[in-house]
């Protein structure tokens, strides 16, 4: 038995991904947020490392 897929249209409302909020926006946009972020990744994989590397 084929399955009916019910959303066909494109340019219904389902179809389009939810867009960003402004915070979203300035959050991506932000420099010193993007930094911060950097940061924490860089400290996450060192110490991923560090337990790899006895």
Known sequence: M???VTN??????AYYP???TGFTKSMRTS???QF???IVINLKMLKL???SHH
């Open 31 to 33: 420099v010193i947020w």
């Open 8 to 13: 066909k249209e494109p340019y219904q409302q």
């Open 36 to 38: 911060f972020r950097f």
């Open 2 to 4: 084929a399955n009916k």
């Open 18 to 20: 939810p867009a960003p």
């Open 49 to 51: 490392m560090s337990k």
